[in-house]
């Protein structure tokens, strides 16, 4: 397996932009999560899925962030409009299980917003 | 919610050392992790323990359930394990996700 799959790696884009981040996990990885990392605030989980369905969004900072997974093998992250603080490095992963199962992390998405 | 201190928060040491890093949380938990971010940024899981002690290669972890404290040893250090570890634990304070240190910056020097 290809391990879990991010896009873009890097984004660079404006105040007031829409910024779409996507991700594929790893096949037959039940949980899906957002992290996002700052160098003030460190790792953050921002929201995570079981089987599709969003389970605990309460990382998510506000209405400007949203996140779907319409499919087993697909996520999104979205942040419109996006401001200079949204700037992070935003990191999928996968796990089999959510009490016991090892977590795999994406490459990361760096985003700047100007 | 739990909290999680890591130490020391930076690090550096000579080739061959011993090292330990030290994290501490204040709430029971499930599971904690280890992780390993290397400067280019991609995160690696390096173990996940409830219990007791792991180990794999150089690498040793352990965890005082009790004590609500877990350590990361590295045996014979080399340059290439200089990079950021991250403590992170399950469960605890009603949190489902992971609570995060905010890691330990190691670097080892030839």
């Known amino acids: 397996d290809a391990g879990v799959i991010q896009s873009p790696r890097h984004e660079v884009t404006e105040m007031g932009q829409e910024v779409t981040l996507r991700c594929k996990p790893i096949s037959g990885h039940d949980y899906l999560f957002w992290y996002r990392q700052t160098m003030m605030r460190g790792l953050e989980l921002l929201i995570y899925?079981?089987?599709?369905?969003?389970?605990?969004d309460s990382g998510m900072p506000e209405d400007r962030f949203s996140a779907k997974m319409p499919n087993a093998s697909f996520s999104t992250l979205k942040i419109q409009p996006s401001e200079p603080r949204d700037s992070a490095v935003y990191f999928c992963?996968?796990?089999?299980?959510?009490?016991?199962?090892?977590?795999?992390f994406g490459e990361g998405s760096r985003l700047t917003v100007l | 919610k739990n909290e999680v201190e890591q130490s020391p928060q930076n690090l550096t040491a000579q080739e061959g050392e011993f090292i330990t890093i030290n994290c501490s949380y204040s709430v029971g938990i499930s599971a904690l992790h280890w992780l390993q971010q290397h400067p280019g940024g991609g995160i690696v899981s390096l173990f996940m323990?409830?219990?007791g002690k792991k180990k794999h290669g150089r690498l040793i972890a352990t965890i005082n359930i009790q004590e609500k404290h877990s350590s990361l040893h590295i045996t014979a250090s080399h340059p290439r394990d200089s990079a950021v570890y991250i403590c992170a634990v399950k469960g605890g304070g009603g949190a489902d996700g992971l609570t995060f240190g905010k890691g330990t910056h190691l670097i080892i020097q030839p």
């Open positions: 323990l409830s219990s």
């Open positions: 992963a996968s796990s089999l299980a959510i009490n016991t199962g090892e977590l795999f």
């Open positions: 899925f079981n089987n599709n369905v969003p389970i605990d």
